[in-house]
């Protein structure tokens, strides 16, 4: 089965609490992408990845962290920076060698703080 | 990125065509009109995309006018699993071609 793969679905954590939330896909995308979606509202992009070892800030970064050491994967941390941390967030991923990148998301991780 | 402009919401009757509009009139040259949905607590699901053309697939038909200045997404025959949020968004190739994702049209598909 190909496709993306967000765990866990669900996440409660205190406040103050680093958390890092998984990002895996197997489609052999090269760009990587992380969102973040409040209630009734649309997507807003936090960081993305073109390649490995490599990623840049979306709207949104402050209060969140990214690694890209393997192709595959593209997990993101959310410090205690983070002001309003309780979000839905989605991953994406898209090949970057057509003219146009179609990105698929994942399921996403609906983190809870409390 | 070019904005868009979607209604908030809209009906449709279930097995009649579903027509969603989109204002993108200060759209350049080089951007793409992408078109996705998302189904309530799921992540976007890709619908379809053009440049100038209009395009069909299994999913739905994307309208594009002359100036590109608007485009339509057609549902062909609207199931009540069609009920979700359609987001127009118009991106080309540059900055890892993120998207950019407005309001959306909650569009619910009744009996």
């Known amino acids: 089965d190909g496709g993306i793969t967000q765990s866990p679905k669900y996440l409660f954590r205190k406040e103050g609490q680093n958390v890092t939330l998984s990002c895996e896909q197997n489609?052999?995308?090269?760009?990587m992408y992380w969102y973040r979606q409040d209630p009734g509202q649309g997507l807003r992009l936090i960081y993305y990845?073109?390649?490995?070892?490599?990623?840049q800030k979306g709207d949104i970064a402050e209060g969140y962290s990214v690694s890209r050491e393997k192709k595959e994967s593209f997990p993101l941390t959310v410090t205690s920076a983070q002001k309003n941390p309780t979000a839905f967030y989605l991953c994406?991923?898209?090949?970057?060698?057509?003219?146009?990148?179609?990105?698929?998301f994942g399921p996403g991780t609906r983190l809870t703080v409390l | 990125d070019a904005k868009t402009t979607q209604p908030p919401s809209m009906d449709c009757a279930e097995g009649r065509a579903a027509n969603l509009p989109c204002n993108h009139s200060?759209?350049?040259?080089?951007?793409?009109v992408y078109w996705y949905r998302q189904i309530h607590s799921q992540g976007p699901q890709y619908i379809i995309h053009?440049?100038?053309n209009n395009e069909t697939n299994e999913m739905a038909s994307l309208i594009i006018t002359e100036d590109r200045k608007s485009s339509t997404l057609i549902l062909p025959h609207a199931t009540l699993r069609d009920t979700a949020v359609y987001y127009c968004?118009?991106?080309?190739?540059?900055?890892?071609?993120?998207?950019?994702f407005g309001g959306g049209t909650r569009v619910l598909v009744k009996p």
């Open positions: 489609l052999n995308h090269d760009a």
């Open positions: 990845s073109q390649i490995v070892n490599d990623f």
């Open positions: 053009g440049l100038k």
């Open positions: 200060t759209i350049s040259g080089n951007e793409y």
């Open positions: 968004i118009v991106s080309f190739k540059a900055a890892g071609n993120k998207l950019t």
């Open positions: 994406a991923s898209s090949v970057q060698r057509k003219a146009t990148d179609t990105q698929y």
